[in-house]
């Protein structure tokens, strides 16, 4: 590698090509975005990222190793009070009300104030009661252990236990962490493969962390051998193919470099669920949830001079409400099998 092509503000032992997809392994790309940089924690360098012609995600194709990641998250948005963004994800007015009543009733949470008539009313305001539904991460009824991979401040984790989850995290920033522990939780620092045994779980989450990840099949590997039979996996992470990916292109909020090193498709993620061994695959449709990515991704557009017109978060949140391939975000579970 030649310092031509190191990203500035590293040096070349802190970086590693790329010679195929992190997620279907093909050596068949093109490419697709140039001179990224970090709109959103200012990090230095300019990125490249490559399109796998056979799976359609996006990766990194020059990108920090694993020893040299952690210099992307100094100043990582996970250090903030897990408490306050848990007081702010709730409210009293009566949509407020009702959203409590349903998820009292569909998860078990004990939230208050709550009416209960939300249990009626919220399932036909059909893309709110998505939202809901990926609030507490499509859980099911019966509470159980429960990992939360990439925790951050715990603040998932302070809704799981509400909800009567027998919780524990795991999250590789430390400022994170004791911001996590600060609520109470039981978070350990670290990542999956630097962990000890923590036990088995019957259910594994982890939102926006496997694009993060320099190997995700093995990320999902070792999430599989924590997972008891009939466990489940859910996984966020943003969707490749997206409208807002089409219509921003490298200023899209989704492509966060260098801290996502794989972006990938509906398709891809849910391959390499299958190639883990799991089985019942399910893709959730999101419906609303759009606003805050798009507009991220319309300001960083305006900032570099980019003439696109913006996209309506009104139009895709009601796409992601009837196709889950049309959400700014793939949002998928699956099933330990029980043999």
């Known amino acids: 590698m030649t310092d031509a092509l190191l990203p500035s503000g590293w040096l070349p032992q802190e970086l590693e090509r790329v010679e195929h997809c992190p997620a279907c392994a093909s050596q068949r790309s093109e490419p697709a975005h140039s001179d990224l940089r970090d709109d959103m924690e200012g990090v230095p360098g300019e990125w490249s990222m490559r399109r796998c012609l056979d799976c359609r995600s996006l990766y990194l194709d020059v990108r920090p190793t694993v020893d040299a990641i952690g210099k992307a998250y100094q100043s990582y948005h996970t250090h903030a009070d897990g408490r306050a963004d848990a007081v702010a994800d709730n409210g009293s007015t009566l949509l407020w009300r009702w959203s409590n009543g349903y998820m009292n009733a569909r998860f078990g949470a ?61 999250e590789p920033d430390a400022r994170a962490v004791d911001a ?57 992470t943003p969707n490749v193919d997206s409208l807002g990916h089409r219509r921003f292109a490298g200023a899209w909020r989704g492509l966060e470099p260098p801290r996502h090193i794989t972006v990938l498709s509906l398709p891809a993620l849910s391959g390499l669920l299958a190639d883990a061994g799991f089985d019942q695959i399910t893709a959730h449709r999101r419906g609303r949830g759009s606003r805050y990515i798009l507009q991220v991704s319309a300001e960083t557009a305006r900032r570099h001079g980019m003439p696109i017109t913006p996209l309506p978060h009104q139009l895709v949140d009601v796409l992601a409400t009837f196709s889950p391939s049309m959400s700014e975000e793939c949002v998928v579970s699956a099933i330990k099998g029980a043999s």
């Open 110 to 170: 004990g939230r208050s104030p709550a009416s209960n008539m939300g249990l009626w009313v919220m399932p036909l305001l059909v893309p709110l009661r998505q939202q809901l539904d990926y609030f507490y991460r499509h859980l099911p009824s019966h509470a159980g252990r429960l990992l939360d991979v990439g925790c951050g401040n715990g603040v998932f984790l302070q809704r799981a236990a509400q909800a009567g989850w027998d919780v524990k995290g795991i």
């Open 180 to 236: 996590a522990r600060r609520t109470g939780l039981d978070v350990i620092e670290g990542t999956l493969d630097s962990v000890g045994d923590l036990g088995m779980f019957d259910v594994i989450t982890a939102s926006h962390v496997i694009e993060h990840v320099h190997d995700p099949s093995a990320f999902l590997r070792q999430i599989f051998e924590r997972l008891r039979p009939g466990g489940r996996v859910w996984l966020a």
